[in-house]
């Protein structure tokens, strides 16, 4: 009847109805509309959970396809749009959902401060909406170059890297200088023509948002946000110019915004001594674990000491706090009705030791009873957003023995945090993989424990995968994720058969009065 509490009612609704499966969605939007003109708050909810349960056994994961990293050419203009229509068009003859890929900042806010270009992405859009699926933009702020399958050259804006400030990039103890991402410590340092780096994402996103238009909320309902280099949410510890698998990679700490926040920290703890630096004794890039003191069970100084608790306690928190500001900005920026997702690395060399010394490196403190996902599932909770997850395809006897690599329990270990938070898990694979033995795998982790995964997207689009025998054997594992066709699942269930119960979970009124609030 118009009262605060009936609205809230009808958002609870809203955000159900918006959780279920396309097919779902007509036989029980009816039913529910008259429950909530009928019904107490009571009954209406029941009736919920009554279509949430319904919903669930006819429900599947939606498979979605990254593009090209270089989709959109340094000159802002889409690399050869007919071939990418026909690309689309196969792709969804496929059944496939949707399409994920980068927004470049380096490219769409290029020659000047808030002068955006967002024109080749919206044709994209276009295409998107006209071959008839869904598109998933990353605004990435990270550069692409320098990572694992990176095949173009398209660094920060120009007037961004060319920032007198001191302390604005990550930084090793050795001095050298990560430009791939903004440091996360100059998140609130008004370094760039008086914003900061916060300030200017936000923007960014707004102007998207707003170059978008009517897509905002149909074509696009899902927007993932980069939080570091590669577009992940860790510290930049492994560049590949300087690091070679399976090292353990080094801290990022040693910039001056940097080091005056863990002088801070330090001095706060009652420890000043423990704020010069990292650890002196965690060895080089491409150390491994028992090479080093720092990530020994036996050694000094370790990272089960007190100074080591204290150390990954702030790198970690800090991290936290970025992924917490960042996806602030986002929310903020882009508006209630769009899910904002965030990725995290699938940091599997290492994961059997007892350090887990490569995460630690990357900001992941998952070690001697701390559960990073954890960690990170309960900051992303706080804004509703999507857990995205890699390496999705591994198993770990494909990987080498000597770099105790666990990348199958990582994802099951993330899955669960996430989960448990109540927030979306998608999936991605890490490598490009065409064999049916990684399909397997994949559809084994999406609907491991009696959860599924929201969604899963595919790297990457090219003629490799739409040729041929590749294409078919993608199809059936397409088909396999939506429950049509039969494929394998650890704990008995047929795959692709839940699905919705997680966002249906999102929909408690704490968490719709959250996103309203956001909303104003």
Partial sequence: RGSRAAQLLHRVLTCVIDALPRRSVTRTASTLHTAAITMTARGLLAAVAIAAAAAVAAADIPVYVMLQLDVVNSNNELNDP?????????????????????????LCERSAPQAYNFSAYKELADMVQGAGMSYHPVMSFHQCGGNVGDKCNIPLPSWARSTSTDGVWYQ????????????????????????TP??????????FASAMGAHMGSTIKSVEVSMGPAGEMRYPSYPLSRWSFCGVGEFQCYG??????LAAAASAAGHPEWGHGGPDNAGSYNSHPGDTGFFSSGGQDNYMSDYGRFFLGWYSGELLAHGDRV??????????????????SGIHWWYKDPSHAAELTAGYWNTDGHDAYADISAMFAKHGAKFDFTCMEMEDNQ??????????????QAKTAADSAGIAFAGENALPRYDQTAYNTIIQQSTSGGHDIEDFTYLRLGPTLLGGGNWNTFTNFVNAMKGKAEGPARDGRAPGRTGVGRRIRRCTTAWVMRRWARAG
């Fill in 172 to 195: 090793d103890a050795q001095g050298n200088k990560d430009y791939e991402y903004i440091s996360l410590f100059a998140d609130e340092t008004a370094a760039f023509g008086g914003r």
């Fill in 198 to 207: 916060i300030q200017i994402y936000g923007d960014y996103m707004s102007a």
């Fill in 256 to 261: 001056s915004l940097a080091l005056a926040n």
């Fill in 399 to 412: 990987q080498p023995a000597s770099c105790a690599c666990g990348p199958f329990e990582l994802v099951q």
């Fill in 327 to 344: 996806l602030s900005a986002a929310t903020s920026a882009l508006g209630g009705g769009i899910e904002v997702a965030g990725k995290v």
């Fill in 82 to 106: 007919n071939g990418l229509k026909s690309q689309l068009q196969q792709l969804a003859s496929g059944g496939v959902a949707g399409v994920m890929g980068d927004v470049w900042w380096g």
